[in-house]
């Protein structure tokens, strides 16, 4: 079966650092693979999606990248995180044959 | 452009009470919707969802959800709430297989016990 792994599950971060955040799929190939963040009370906004290795789309311009070194590995970095950067990342993935996301556990980011 | 919009931001409901969350659409070709839940701190689990066919559909947890193409609605339903049914719910629309969704804003569903 499918299963979506995300790390870490927290993580408070100062101003100014990088960031890393990975998301694995396992029991599938060539996914599309996507990132999303939830901000406090607020709904779910596509940062960047990726249909294959080393093809990333991005959706709104700021302060993070997304790379997608492997065929089920997904990246969500920044150079220097801003306070605004704070929200829950969510990783989710589908493929050509099914409908709809199977979402990652999130992973809640606190910049400081 | 596609869209989704739920009009209700929060809804207090009794348990053991009938609920419905309302999710209106806007899709240019025939979309493809779902609905999710996401509990506190969780990621978004799917509930359901409709390509074609039947325009009711049973999901798990005891939800279902109908199709109405002329209203571009995509209402969730449950007759009794259970206090676990506390949680945020997202309806979404998308086209084609491996497209992506687009999200309305989520309904917080609170339950009095």
């Known amino acids: 079966s499918q299963t979506i792994h995300q790390w870490p599950a927290t993580l408070v971060q100062p101003v100014g650092s990088p960031l890393s955040l990975e998301c694995t799929v396992e029991?599938?190939?060539?996914?599309?693979l996507y990132w999303y963040r939830q901000a406090a009370g607020r709904g779910l906004q596509l940062l960047f999606y990726?249909?294959?290795?080393?093809?990333i789309s991005s959706e709104v311009p700021q302060n993070l990248s997304a790379s997608r070194p492997q065929d089920r590995q997904f990246i969500l970095s920044s150079k220097k995180l801003l306070l605004s950067d704070s929200g829950f990342y969510l990783c989710?993935?589908?493929?050509?044959?099914?409908?709809?996301?199977?979402f990652g556990s999130g992973t809640r980011l606190t910049v400081v | 452009a596609q869209s989704v919009t739920q009009p209700d931001i929060h809804i207090t409901v009794s348990e053991g009470a009938s609920l419905e969350l309302r999710c209106n659409y806007s899709?240019?070709?025939?979309?493809?919707l779902f609905w999710y839940v996401q509990s506190p701190g969780q990621g978004l689990q799917l509930l359901l969802k409709?390509?074609?066919?039947?325009?009711l559909v049973q999901g798990i947890k005891g939800f279902e959800a109908e199709f109405k193409r002329s209203q571009s609605s995509f209402n969730l339903r449950k007759p009794s709430v259970h206090w676990s049914d506390a949680a945020e719910y997202f309806c979404?629309?998308?086209?084609?297989?491996?497209?992506?969704?687009?999200f309305g804003g989520g309904t917080r569903v609170l339950v009095k016990p």
């Open positions: 989710a993935w589908t493929d050509r044959v099914d409908y709809g996301y199977t």
């Open positions: 979404a629309v998308g086209g084609a297989a491996g497209n992506k969704l687009t």
């Open positions: 990726s249909v294959g290795i080393g093809q």
């Open positions: 899709y240019g070709a025939t979309p493809y």
């Open positions: 029991g599938t190939s060539n996914p599309n």
């Open positions: 409709y390509f074609s066919g039947d325009t």
